[in-house]
């Protein structure tokens, strides 16, 4: 749990970097931060691909992006089942005991009931192993998000200089 939770912040993190980019010229960075800290994980990745779409990103950057938005999609409501569930040791059978994190999904009172029916294969359970290959996830979308971030900045800072005197 700790390494995903770690993943997810280093992405939040490149996340939030990617967003000063954006807003560079059209805000300050506490400004920015402002608008962005108070979200849930889900409105500040909807806030970063609106501000995205209007920067002018090269044709390989947006190619990018939009391929690390839709993993980021996918991955939304299993983070939140993740970071927001509970750790359950559970052996079903003659299967040894095994960690599972258990996620509520809204409108669920029955999660519990349909994780032991599903002998801890229902959408909203993860074990260790699941939970490892999601961090494996963040970290992967976080790479192609930071070298987004950093070559777009280096653009912009390039653009700048050549325009100085």
Same mark, same amino acid.
């Given at each position: 749990?700790? *390494?995903?939770?770690? %993943?997810?912040?280093?992405? $939040?993190?490149?996340?939030?970097? &990617?967003?000063?980019?954006?807003? #560079?010229? =059209? ?22 691909? *609106?501000?995205?779409? %209007?920067?002018?990103?090269? $044709?390989?950057?947006?190619?990018? &992006?939009?391929?690390?938005?839709? #993993?980021? =999609? ?92």
């Amino acid at each position: 749990m700790g *390494e995903f939770l770690t %993943a997810c912040a280093h992405l $939040e993190n490149n996340l939030a970097g &990617l967003l000063l980019v954006c807003d #560079r010229d =059209k805000k300050t960075i506490e400004q920015t931060w402002e608008e962005f800290l108070p979200l849930t994980f889900g409105q500040r990745l909807k806030l970063l691909i *609106e501000k995205c779409a %209007a920067e002018p990103f090269s $044709e390989e950057h947006r190619t990018i &992006l939009e391929k690390e938005f839709a #993993r980021l =999609k996918e991955l939304v409501p299993q983070r939140n089942l993740i970071v927001h569930g509970t750790t359950f040791h559970f052996g079903f059978g003659e299967a040894p005991v095994q960690t599972f994190r258990v996620g509520s999904p809204k409108n669920n009172t029955n999660f519990m009931r349909d994780f032991i029916d599903s002998k801890g294969g229902a959408a909203h359970s993860f074990t260790a192993e699941k939970v490892r290959q999601l961090s494996a996830l963040c970290d992967d979308i976080r790479g192609h998000i930071a070298k987004v971030m950093i070559e777009a900045q280096m653009e912009r800072a390039k653009l700048e200089s050549d325009k100085s005197p």
